[in-house]
Nanobody
């Protein structure tokens, strides 16, 4: 059982914001990434945060609009998404990697949550 649990998805209008949460209490010491999959498309890496929270990286498609953060006290990682567009519509997954610095390579993520749907539409 993965025990990575995403929440916070929903329907939002273009230009709006959402904050996704990933509860990851079993994955202390792991880097956490967010990956999304739009209908009919391959999974796309979005962002990651290193295990100590000191390093964050973003895909070009979300740079400047999305912010990843962690709260060690709550064993959670968040993805704040602003200025959303219909192209951001996807199922968003959080994933954990033993590669503690984080990675853009989805193959380095061994544990995955079930995903949360984000729909951007007017």
């Amino acid at each position: 059982q993965s025990q990575l649990v995403e929440s916070g998805g929903g329907l939002v209008q273009p230009g709006g914001s959402l904050r996704l949460s990933c509860a990851c209490s079993r994955f202390i010491g792991y880097a956490i990434g967010w990956v999304r999959q739009a209908p009919g498309k391959e999974r796309e890496w979005v962002s990651y945060i290193s295990s100590n929270g000191g390093r964050t990286t973003y895909a070009d498609s979300v740079e400047g609009r999305f912010t990843i953060s962690s709260d060690n006290a709550k064993n959670s990682v968040y993805l704040q998404m602003n200025s959303l567009t219909p192209e951001d519509t996807a199922v968003y997954y959080c994933a954990a990697s033993t590669y503690y610095s984080g990675s853009t390579d989805q193959r380095r993520y061994d544990y995955w949550g079930q995903g949360t749907q984000v729909t951007v539409s007017s």
